[in-house]
């Protein structure tokens, strides 16, 4: 038989050693007790929230000081954003003795996105010194060309650095050209320094493009083109921004709606007509845009971007869940319309109040089933294929821009 008194000695200490790691404290973390079971987790955190003292501290200094403090938290840095900010500040000194570890970051370009940061803070800062932006320049450019290139700021900041340097090497012909993975940023960096191509070079650009209606990449560069070509032929523009929006192939699509709305200086959605719905209220509203306004708060916000429609009917957006459906298929979307339409049926033969609280009732009075229906009718339904933003934006582009 087992012995009673180590058989109790071994559970005390069991226990005693269950409590400590329970509630032993170790640590004092903004006020709060860290206790030994919490270290584990809370390890990184300290070392994150050190890391972030301790690039403060060294953002007071000023010139090689600076460069030095932040250099000598390297070997202990931790923790993806703390990093990723400490090596931007290290090459945002704008100093020569910082471009070492400028290399070490473009490595396989690691840590490319931190390099380019760094610059365009060392810029902004009025930072960089002649030195530094010429070499810093020369490192750069070899990257456009890369396999592994694919940052969209790289283009931007040449010409941040020196817009004529920038502008010979961005026009080369094994950078411009749609071949290239960046073309697309070369060519909205060059437009948005005010820079302009031929018209013959643009309908080159778009002949070749139009091959591949099927790749994502040569798709937003073909939509980049465009934007740029509308200045030489804005009719054969518009047409062939209509042929994307047509496709209804999501985000280029949108995309493409979007630049059409704006170039006959039309708001997006949310930009004035949320705007003016928070200052005004909605009687403020044309028709037009009382419509986008129910369909883009009344239902893409509430169904497709949060809750969900088994949610749907507790919120406050579905105290117009009449007047919803009915701007659904005032923009086209009558999937959707339909399919909350049907939602409504299961409340009864005259749907869900118009009252959050009482249609709160309802739902309790139906039991735990309504969230299974709500879930077998959306299954496959297909309002699910609908691209309601794009509804909105078309529905816009034909009562008020193209009017």
Known sequence: MSNPTAILVAVLTLAALWCIWRYFPVWRFNGEVIRLHQWPSWRLVYKQEKLRHGIDAAMRLHGLARLEALIALVPGSSGRVETWRLSSEIVATGLPEALPWADLMLDQW?????????????LKRKLATEDFRMKIFQRLVPWLTADESRCKALPETLLLLDPDWALRVL????????????????????????????????????????????DY??????????????????????????????????????????FLLESHGQPLPRDKILTQVERDGPASLSDVHRTVWLVDMGYVYPVIECAGLADYFERDEADRWPEVIEALRLVGANHNADMLQAAAA????????????????????????????VEKLVENHPAGKEDVDLLILIYLLEKEALA
């Open 346 to 373: 299961l409340f009864g033969p005259n749907g869900p109040s118009l009252n959050k609280t009482e249609r709160h009732q309802q739902q309790i009075s139906m039991g735990s089933q309504f969230p299974d229906l």
């Open 217 to 258: 990449s040569k798709t937003q560069s073909y939509l980049e083109i465009l934007k740029a070509a509308m200045i030489h032929d804005r009719a054969d523009t518009e047409k062939r921004l209509w042929v994307m929006i047509r496709r209804k192939d999501g985000w280029c699509a949108r995309q493409a709606a979007e």
């Open 110 to 122: 690691g840590q490319g996105d931190q390099v380019l940061k760094g610059v365009r803070l060392a």
């Open 171 to 214: 026009t080369q012909s094994d950078v411009l050209t749609p071949k290239s993975p960046i073309f697309k940023s070369v060519c909205e960096a060059l437009r948005k320094h005010g820079h302009q191509f031929s018209a013959d070079q643009y309908r080159d650009w778009m002949r070749y493009l139009e091959g591949f209606p099927d």
